[in-house]
DNA sequence: GAGGTTAAAGTCATCATGACCAGAAGTTCC
DNA sequence: GGAACTTCTGGTCATGATGACTTTAACCTC
């Protein structure tokens, strides 16, 4: 039994985040332009290569940030593929899917116009709205988005797409973008007060109706379900 | 931006299925004994290095022929692992959980004994008395032992450790073994029915009791949920 | 044929869910 | 300042799923 000699392993990640278009509010997330061949030109998903002296989910966090700037709030292992016609030369390719918090796309924003630094080559798209992708990316989206949508069933990803407070209104906009349809808010709210992750606070967002309590995340709780390694993976602020 | 410059990728199965004995059905899993270092001597997944030319679900099945003998009925990626001080070396080990239906596990039985080829490096271990693994295996079938309870609880995968034909009361069991708990017989049969998940036969077994009916998977629904990729993964038969 | 054993069908109370209603408490418009 | 409007928030009610339990059916063993 010999060794594999030297298989090329990637790193990429798809972060979704909602945002506030005209719409209302959508699913969507930043998409890079391939500079080389393969596909050069294409859009494709925000990664790098694996180097000998990291963990894949601090790979997945490094080229995250150095191709796109942004920090998520939750980074959880997809799948990995490693298909040998997924492209020309053999690569593994460890996918993460990842959440940000949709403030943290206002500041990010902000910094790009304070520096100058306008990148060209990072965009954000509509999740229902995708341009042709690199390598079989279209798919993996697909899958992220299916496990998102599977998840906000039994945890509380959504809330890791708010702010630190937010109301109900929000939080329950925020479940039904990802589910795709209108949810009761009394229902939502018997159902959501009942599970006891959520701490009321004393705040109030006023607005043209009955002011809405903000609530917040309760800390103890997990913002997904367990990883296979509590210290490798999974949440990571 | 260079290449990750080749890093050696292992790919390795848990391999749960229901053996019977004199406690009862228990979940039990085959490992191997390492013959070299690192781990020299102690047990461990069965598995081996991914090739250049194969994807990985087929170097988990692949790997696990030749270490095995075994052919597991449900093979699903369970999850890459990297850390850099997983091993001595940089490894990444793309892990897979399989289901092997128990009438597998006998035939298999059968066969080493025909060839007198008795697998001194392959013994079948109850999940619950483990000895020492090598790596974090523990940890990892820790994880696949997880992703099977949690399984049971909104698809088939029961079903995977069953023959072709098998009474509700045996599904329940194992069933019952997988989660560590007994279920009432009458409401799990009402649960199971309403289903529509199997196909009542015209066959009965007989037994020191009224006779039950013989059941059979519906062959249109999966085994468990979907994977990223239709064509590459999930169930292989 | 009696007794034992499990299969299979049914009953009942309880809990979660979805649909809906009504009052509360702000803003906006006149 | 008050009416109109909007959404928040607490509530009811019917329905369906679930768990605990009972009853009858049909085989085997003695």
Redesign the interface.
């Known amino acids: 039994?010999?060794?594999?000699?030297?298989?090329?392993?990637?790193v990429s990640t798809a972060i979704l985040t909602l945002r506030r278009t005209e719409r209302g509010v959508v699913l969507s997330l930043p998409l890079v332009r391939r500079t080389r061949e393969p596909f050069a030109d294409r859009w494709a998903l925000p990664g790098?290569?694996?180097?000998?002296?990291?963990?894949?989910v601090g790979a997945a966090a490094r080229t995250l940030a150095e191709t796109t700037g942004l920090a998520p709030s939750y980074l959880e292992?997809?799948?990995?593929?490693?298909?040998?016609d997924r492209s020309p030369s053999?690569v593994?390719s460890?996918v993460y899917w990842a959440l940000l918090r949709s403030d943290q796309v206002d500041a990010q924003s902000a910094e790009y116009r304070r520096t100058g630094l306008s990148p060209e080559n990072v965009r954000w798209f509509d999740a229902d709205d995708l341009p042709a992708l690199a390598f079989?990316h279209a798919?993996?989206i697909?899958?992220a988005l299916?496990r998102l949508r599977n998840k906000v069933g039994y945890s509380r990803v959504a809330q890791g797409f708010l702010p630190e407070e937010f109301t109900l209104a929000e939080l329950r906009e925020a479940v039904e973008t990802i589910l795709g349809r209108r949810l009761d808010p009394a229902n939502f709210r018997r159902q959501v007060e009942s599970s006891g992750t959520l701490i009321a606070t004393d705040e109030f967002r006023t607005g043209n109706h009955r002011p809405a309590r903000l609530y917040r995340s309760s800390p103890d709780a997990e913002l997904a379900d367990?990883?296979?390694?509590s210290s490798?993976e999974m949440s990571i602020r």
């Open positions: 039994m010999t060794r594999s000699s030297g298989i090329d392993v990637a790098g290569w694996l180097t000998a002296t990291e963990a894949p292992q997809l799948y990995a593929f490693g298909a040998v053999r593994v460890i079989d798919q993996i697909e899958y299916w367990r990883g296979p390694l490798e």
